[in-house]
């Protein structure tokens, strides 16, 4: 197996540096857009505004916000383990800045002549590739909590790391479903296999397993125990401040973008319209970053929503009912497509 | 069980029991689909916040008004500018009399009399208060001062906007206390 997809065209490497400054561009401008949302949007789930004092209705704040985190002075405790203690946020920012080289936000149309994949890289692996980076992404929670030198930072990493753990295995076998159905890893193949019908459908089951494993791998409420601000004063990023602190919203706010990327890919029909197998090919990245939107506003409204998880409930809602509903599923699916295709 | 006896009979402890739901048992795979169905439930909860709108007040630009029984600064007055009170318009109301002084319960209220002369008539009565300071930062707002005025000279306004950066810029004289404010605290009507 290469690791590349096999497709039928040839990219030049600058339009590859292109494509990967322009996604990398991309992505670090819907994080600020993200941080504002839930903000605003958070708000308005509790009867009030949200930030509006920053600019026109508050539209700089987040801008505001990174100005003042990297104009602080970068400092750490003496119990901290240096070259760690730096390196950890920078493993968490750049896994989930990779995350999202493989979402695609269209198929390959032709831009001038050549045809150019509306995506970073078509990996053959797809979901082993997000998985294999969000198990290096834990690393950096884990050296950063442990590094830091501090209690409460090392509680919030061992429970991230318990928690991603336990949730990465259910979300793991959730998709195992969608591939068994598509009969490929690759992302834009997947996508494609859709055209008769998302995947939202046949694999509800699945869907709903992979979004509450998807809550708990983005340690956002009600699985943000890793970071609980009311017990571990910040969780594993207790000690850090400044640009560092920066680096890890930055990455905590991408995967939330990321996990909503793969969501809308396996499950919505990445750039499909249902019923207009037609629509011109400038339109596709739009249609996805309407899906993900979508996907993001229903995180922030859970967070709004459900207070955090007991440690042992999370736990036994993970192993005991989580995973058992996540083989199921594939069980079903892989007896079901077996029966229908023989 | 019935809680409430037959009519006539004897009281028994059985009348008092009562019958308790409790909640079923947490866990499982029940209590998986019970905590999706709640889920759901305070999702549309949240949701209704979204479309009741935002009940936030834009406190500097946006006030809350006060009631007109709010005691907020005090107010000194003087005589309206009108012909039926016998030639005491513009006079102030204060005689200097210091009674407010005296009901003040947390002692916040200087007041120190002068004459009036025919030459500079102050106020409508014999004396004026040459000085008259009310230090806000130990004005408890309970309002004696104005209760124990004579001639309603001294009374409690609507303002609540009283923060400075200054100890001693807090202790209002009586140009402060007899001039207008600057911006005035919207006023709720009766029974609103």
Not at chain 1, 159 to 176: F, H, K, T
Not at chain 2, 11 to 36: H, L, M, T
Not at chain 2, 169 to 177: A, P, Q, S
């Amino acid at each position: 197996m290469t690791p590349l997809a096999i497709v039928d065209y040839y990219e030049a490497w600058w339009i590859q540096i292109i494509k990967a400054v322009l996604i990398f561009a991309i992505g670090l401008q819907i994080v600020p857009v993200v941080l504002l949302a839930e903000r605003k949007l958070l708000g308005r789930f509790q009867g009030r505004y949200g930030p509006n004092r920053v600019g026109p209705y508050g539209v700089i704040q987040p801008l505001a916000d990174i100005v003042k985190l990297l104009g602080k002075e970068q400092s750490r405790p003496n119990t901290s383990i240096g070259p760690l203690y730096i390196l950890a946020p920078v493993i968490s920012i750049m896994t989930a800045v990779a995350t999202f080289a493989i979402i695609p936000f269209g198929d390959a149309p032709h831009i001038f002549g050549t045809r150019v994949g509306l995506y970073g890289i078509d990996v053959s692996i797809g979901p082993l590739y997000i998985f294999a980076l969000s198990a290096i992404a834990f690393y950096g929670l884990m050296l950063g909590g442990w590094a830091s030198g501090s209690k409460y930072s090392f509680l919030g990493a061992m429970r991230a790391a318990a928690q991603l753990i336990s949730y990465e295995v259910s979300q793991g076998l959730a998709l195992v479903g969608v591939l068994i159905t598509a009969g490929t890893l690759s992302l834009t193949q997947i996508v494609h296999a859709q055209e008769g019908m998302w995947y939202i459908v046949p694999q509800l089951a699945g869907f709903l397993i992979f979004m509450v494993a998807a809550f708990a791998e983005t340690n956002r409420a009600p699985f943000d125990l890793a970071e609980a601000d009311a017990e571990l004063v910040g969780g594993y990023n207790t000690e850090y401040g400044g640009g560092r602190f920066a680096s890890y919203y930055f990455a905590e706010y991408l995967n939330v973008v990321v996990v909503s990327g793969v969501a809308t890919t396996l499950f919505l029909g990445g750039w499909l319209i249902p019923g207009w197998h037609s629509e011109p090919a400038w339109l596709d990245p739009f249609v996805v970053l309407f899906k993900m939107t979508l996907f993001i506003i229903f995180f922030i409204w859970i967070r709004a929503t459900l207070p955090r998880l007991r440690y042992d409930q999370l736990m036994s809602f993970g192993w005991k009912i989580l995973l058992p509903l996540a083989t199921l599923n594939t069980l079903i699916t892989a007896i079901v497509v077996v029966a229908v295709h023989g | 069980m019935s809680a409430t006896p037959p009519s006539g009979a004897r009281w028994s402890p059985f009348y008092d029991q009562i019958e308790v739901q409790r909640a079923p048992e947490p866990g499982g795979a029940g209590g998986a689909y019970r905590a999706f169905g709640e889920t759901l439930r305070g999702l549309k909860t949240t949701l209704a916040r979204v479309v009741e709108g935002v009940s936030t007040i834009q406190y500097p630009e946006q006030k809350v008004a006060v009631y007109p029984r709010f005691r907020g600064r005090h107010k000194l007055h003087r005589f309206e500018d009108s012909t039926d009170n016998g030639g005491k318009a513009g006079l102030e109301k204060c005689v200097g009399c210091s009674l407010c002084a005296a009901a003040c319960p947390a002692d916040c209220i200087r007041v120190v009399a002068a004459e009036n002369t025919p030459e500079m008539r102050v106020s409508a009565g014999e004396r004026y208060a040459a000085v008259y300071e009310i230090n806000m930062s130990r004005c408890i707002f309970c309002g004696y001062c104005e209760v124990a005025c004579p001639f309603d000279a001294i009374t409690m306004g609507h303002d609540y906007e009283l923060s400075d950066y200054n100890r001693s810029d807090l202790i209002f004289t009586k140009e402060m206390l007899l001039a207008e404010p600057l911006d005035a605290s919207p006023l709720r009507a009766e029974g609103e």
